[in-house]
């Protein structure tokens, strides 16, 4: 329901994840470009009294209903990352990852993939694996895993939970990312704000994702990838 303030509390989230290095100069460069447009973009449609499907619109973008390029920074590149150790190839193509049984609060996350160019990609195969709520891992099955594709308009909606932390790592989601035909790119995406973040070595600030909704029941976020 308080769909007006958070915005505001995600871009005070953002303001103060951008603020915190100097040292990695071009990540933060290109993190905070990235970041402060998509804010904005986030920000301004949610003044009037708005969306109305908190409840079940699952599959409606919260946010961006056209995959303008307004939201797409050329400079805000994918950052790639290590794969590690729990990638099982073969995953059904789905967009539902998680069930009533998944250990984990609700996560709907949603963004375009666009080319080098801003163009939306449409057809883009994003593959994602994570752990559960609860930092684990499914390695004998496809729980938590699946092949997503992106509409005519390069969107796609990925449903899921939040991923737990486990030793060494904070929350994150592993991504394999092509464009039709194109190169596979692995990555991982991150959350602001999360305390472990700066003790993990494979972190990027580039790759934080963007939180519209962040409550006990569910989280609502955004993200766009930029392909090289
Ligand atoms: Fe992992």
Redesign the pocket.
């Known amino acids: 329901m308080p769909m007006v303030i958070l915005p505001v509390a995600a871009a005070a989230a953002l303001v103060m994840g951008g603020c915190s290095t100097d040292a990695e100069s071009t990540g933060a460069a290109r993190a905070t470009a990235a970041e402060s447009t998509t804010a904005a973009s986030v920000a301004s449609p949610t003044a009037p009294a708005s969306p109305s499907s908190s409840t079940s619109g699952v599959t409606a973008p919260a946010t961006s209903p056209t995959a303008g390029t307004a939201t797409c920074d050329p400079g805000a590149t994918l950052v790639e990352t290590t794969e590690?150790p729990?990638y099982t190839d073969g995953a059904p193509s789905r967009d539902t990852l998680s069930d009533a049984d998944t250990v984990g609060t609700p996560l709907i996350l949603t963004g375009t993939v666009f080319d080098a160019a801003c163009q939306p990609v449409p057809g883009a195969t994003i593959d994602v694996w994570q752990?559960d709520g609860a930092g684990e891992y499914d390695n004998s099955g496809y729980n938590l895993r699946g092949v997503l594709t992106t509409d005519a308009q390069g969107r796609y909606t990925l449903t899921t939970v939040i991923p737990g932390i486990y030793p060494s790592?904070t929350e994150?989601i592993?991504i394999k990312i092509n464009a039709p035909g194109g190169p596979v790119y692995t990555t991982q995406l991150f959350f602001p704000g999360s305390t472990a973040n700066e003790d993990d070595r494979i972190y990027d600030e580039a790759m934080l994702i963007t939180v519209d909704e962040d409550s006990p029941e569910q989280m609502r976020a955004t993200f766009n990838f930029v392909l090289p």
Do not use: F, I, N, S
Request: zero cysteines; hydrophobic letters at 15%.
């Open positions: 590690g729990y752990a790592r994150h592993h």
